[in-house]
């Protein structure tokens, strides 16, 4: 298995810069299979959304289709998958941030009670707590 960092899964999503996503989607079609499939950790996949919506505007639907592909793909494997899941129908839903949603859900999943956090939004869904 092999760790992608956000730019190289980046450039498979934005054509920005034409050589590195042309090497970048020809990286994960040589090296990522399902026998041995590339990882994206919950860093790189917080980051990644928060680079298109802010570098690249692209919009929930779109961060939505991006997550849906790489939860579905055989060839990646993201971590805390089921969390990921979860957290994206919350996304989809307008509550929450994605990253927002996934820390929560993370938290629940370890025994957390509740998540504290300043945000007012949050704090009036379930899982999280106003400080």
């Known amino acids: 298995m092999i760790g992608?960092?956000?730019?190289?899964?980046?450039?498979c999503f934005v054509d920005?810069?034409?050589?590195?996503?042309?090497?970048?989607?020809q990286f994960?079609?040589?090296?990522?299979?399902?026998?041995?499939?590339?990882?994206?950790?919950r860093v790189v996949l917080c980051e990644l959304?928060?680079?298109?919506?802010?570098?690249?505007?692209?919009?929930r639907a779109e961060i939505a289709a991006v997550v849906s592909s790489l939860l579905t793909s055989n060839d990646i494997v993201l971590e805390d998958s089921e969390q990921v899941r979860?957290?994206?129908?919350?996304?989809q839903s307008g509550g929450l941030g994605f990253a927002d949603a996934l820390m929560g859900e993370v938290n629940r999943v370890h025994g957390c009670?509740?998540?504290?956090?300043?945000?007012?939004k949050a704090a009036r869904l379930g899982g999280f707590v106003l400080v």
Do not use: M
């Open 28 to 41: 994960v079609r040589d090296r990522c299979k399902p026998s041995d499939p590339g990882f994206v950790n």
């Open 86 to 91: 979860v957290a994206l129908l919350s996304f």
């Open 49 to 59: 959304i928060w680079v298109l919506s802010r570098g690249y505007h692209f919009g």
């Open 4 to 11: 992608l960092d956000t730019n190289v899964l980046l450039r």
């Open 16 to 25: 920005d810069e034409p050589n590195q996503a042309r090497r970048a989607r």
């Open 113 to 120: 009670e509740a998540t504290a956090t300043f945000d007012r």
